[in-house]
C-alpha cells in the first residue's frame, strides 16, 4: 500500500453502505497494511471480514483484533468489547469495501495499469508482458491464479511508489465480476485475448461470454487504449463497446493485414524455441519464445502489443519474450518415468485450448498419448465440446486417446467414429494412471488435460514419479 490511510476515509468513500456510525477516534484509527486472513494478522492491520459460501470473516474478527489488528471491516457489530466496537466498520458488503480500498491506493500510484482478460491465455500473457516491462521498470503482476473479484483488490493493494507498471488479469465465472475488478483497478490499458466457450455455465452461452469480456473495456478512461484481437469474430462488438476509445488491433498470421501488430509464420528452432518476427507501428523486432505452441506466438503479439502501447522498446519486448518462462500447469513441459516426455496442461480446460494442446503433441516426436479430463462448466455444451474435441484428435492423428470420466464418453465415441486408431474411457483414475505409467518410455510424450476441477495433475504426478 501506499501510505497511510485511516478508517474515516474509507467510511467516506462508503457512504450510505456504512451502517454503524464511526466514532470521532474511531474514524482517526490509521493502517498501512490490510488483511482478509485473520490468521496472518500483524500488528496495525486492517482486517476485512470476508463471507461466502464456505467461510464468514465475522467468525475470525475477534482473533484479529487479538493478533493486533487496528481495525476491522465486518458486517456485524459482533463482540461486546466496547473497545475493539469502536474499531468496527460495519457495512453492506465488505467485499465491496475491500475493492474501494484497492481502488483508493491505485489512485495514489502513478504506475501505468494494464488489465486482460479473455477466455484463455490470460496467464501466460500477463507473464509475458511482466517479463518484458521488468526489464523496463518495476512493475507489479497478478500473482498465481488472484484474478477474481478478491484477488483483483488485493492485487492493486500490493501497489507501491515505487512500481511504474502492474499487470493485472481479470477472471469471471459469471456477468458483473469483471466490472467490479475493473472500477477498481481504473486501467491504463486493456486487453482482451479472446472469446470462446470456457465456464459457459456461468454465462448462459458465448454471446454472454463476449458481453462479460467487454466489460472490461468499461473501466477505460476517454483516453485509454483497448487492444483487442482482429482475429476473433466478436471483435467487432469490442471496437463498437470502446466508442471513441483508442483501440489497437493485433493478428497472428497476419489474416487482418490492417490491424497495428501482426507476426510473421513461426518458426521451430534447434533448441526448441518458437520464433517469428513482430510488425508494430514501432518497428519490426525479431522475437523468440521458449513457450510450445502457435498459440503461444499469439500470446507473445498480444503481450507485446500491450507492453509497447505502455511505452517498452523493441528491445525490452525482445529481451523479455526470450526470458519469459513456461507457466506450470499450461502446456509445461517436463521429463518424466523411464524418460517420456510429459505435456502438462492441467491448469483449464475448453475446446480451443484443448485443440491448441493437440497440435503441440502432434507436432512432437515420439508415440503420442492424448490422457483426456472432462472440460467442466459447459452447460448445455458439455457433450457437443467434449464430441468436437474428440473429432478435433481423430482428424489431426491422435493415435491413443485415454479419457477420464463420463463427459468423456462422448469425445471417446465422436473419436472413434471420426477415424481415430484407439480409444479408451476410464472410469475409474487409479487404473488410468496405472497403464500411463505402463505405456511410459524414452519414445512416449504424453499430453496431460482437463479442467481445474478433473485434477488430472495426479496424473501427471503419476508419471512424474519413480516411486
Known sequence: MIGEFTLGELADELGPAVRVPLSEAAKKVAFTSVTTDSRKTHSGDLYIALKGERFNGDEFVDDAFTRGAAAAVTHVLGSENTETQQR????????????TLARLNRQRCPATVIALTGSQGKTSVKEMIGSILKAKAQTLITAENLNNTIGVPLTLLRLEDAHQFAVIEMGANGAGEIAFS???????IVLITKASAAHIEGFGSLQGIVEAKGEIIDGLSASGVAVLNANDPNCSQWIKRAGARQVRLFSYGNKVPEADYRCSPTRLLAGGSVAFT???PQGEVDA????LGSHNAENALSAAACALEAGASLDDVRIGLRQAAPVPGRLFPSIGRQGCRLLDDTYNANPDSFNAAID????AEGEKVMVAGEMRELGDETESSHRAVGEYAAKHGVPLLLGLGKDCAAMIDAYLKAGGEKGVLYSDRTALEADCVALAS???????????????????????SET
Do not use: C, H, N, W
Open 88 to 99: 468496527r466498520l460495519v457495512v453492506d458488503d465488505t467485499l465491496t469495501a475491500l475493492a
Open 182 to 188: 475493473v472500477a477498481a483497478a481504473r486501467p491504463d
Open 278 to 280: 513482430l510488425y508494430t
Open 288 to 291: 523468440e519464445i521458449q513457450l
Open 360 to 363: 503441440v503433441l502432434m507436432a
Open 442 to 464: 524414452a519414445d512416449t510424450v504424453f499430453l496431460v488435460k482437463g479442467s481445474r476441477g478433473a485434477t488430472m495433475e495426479t496424473v501427471v504426478a503419476a508419471l512424474s
